[in-house]
């Protein structure tokens, strides 16, 4: 199993700027899941891609959105960025739900 | 959302048993219990999950309560690898059918293990 990989590990980017994260799933993994995680908290969902279609999503605005191509990689994208999106955010693949996820080790985003 | 609720904190030795409690008394009829576990500078690591019966693997054993209102993580000899923040989830379906749920976390309990 290769796990799940994120890039980049960490990244600036100023206020009002657009970012894309991205993300590798684990093998044989058709669904992915988006975090965010501030400091001292614990992760909060965005949304979540099963075979190329969102079919969940968490309490952000839609300057928040993704993709997840047909190899079941994944992109989250953020608009307009704010400070208060300074977070590690994390990646997580599946196989089905009810099964466990399995986690990347994160993107660090530093909004200045 | 069902919400769960867990101790802000617990200590234990190494080599010694752990059991991290779990209320979650709202719990519907459907909804899984995970447990996940988060190291510093990683994301979170899946430890166990189960519906109703008691659940092994080789990392942990989950308890679950009759009426399913709690629960209890056991680490049947904790190491110093161990040492995390540990969160009690109950597993939300998404709005549509297929693979789909989504996990909501508290804030977990930090386990200390000393030497």
């Known amino acids: 199993e290769t796990g799940v990989t994120q890039s980049p590990t960490h990244l600036i980017k100023t206020r009002g700027q657009q970012v894309t994260l991205r993300c590798s799933s684990q093998?044989?993994?058709?669904?992915v899941s988006w975090y965010q995680q501030a400091l001292g908290q614990g992760p909060q969902f965005i949304f979540q891609?099963?075979?190329?279609?969102?079919?969940g999503r968490g309490n952000f605005p839609p300057r928040f959105s993704g993709l997840q191509f047909p190899n079941y990689s994944s992109e989250l994208n953020v608009n307009a960025l704010e400070l208060d999106d300074s977070a590690l955010y994390l990646c997580?693949?599946?196989?089905?739900?009810?099964?466990?996820?399995?986690f990347g080790s994160g993107t660090r985003l530093t909004v200045v | 959302d069902a919400k769960t609720t867990q101790p802000n904190s617990m200590e234990s030795n190494e080599e010694e048993p752990v059991h991290l409690p779990c209320n979650h008394s709202t719990i519907s009829g459907t909804d899984y219990i995970h447990w996940y576990r988060q190291l510093p500078s990683q994301g979170p690591e899946y430890v166990i999950h189960g519906l109703t019966s008691n659940v092994n693997n080789r990392m942990a054993s989950l308890a679950i309560a009759e009426d399913r209102k709690s629960s209890t993580l056991i680490l049947h000899r904790a190491t110093l690898r161990d040492a995390a923040v540990y969160y009690c989830i109950l597993s939300l379906r998404g709005n549509s059918g297929g693979s789909n749920y989504k996990l909501t976390f508290g804030k977990g309990t930090l386990l200390t293990v000393n030497p």
């Open positions: 891609y099963y075979r190329e279609e969102e079919n």
């Open positions: 093998s044989g993994h058709n669904t």
């Open positions: 997580a693949s599946s196989r089905a739900w009810d099964y466990g996820y399995t």
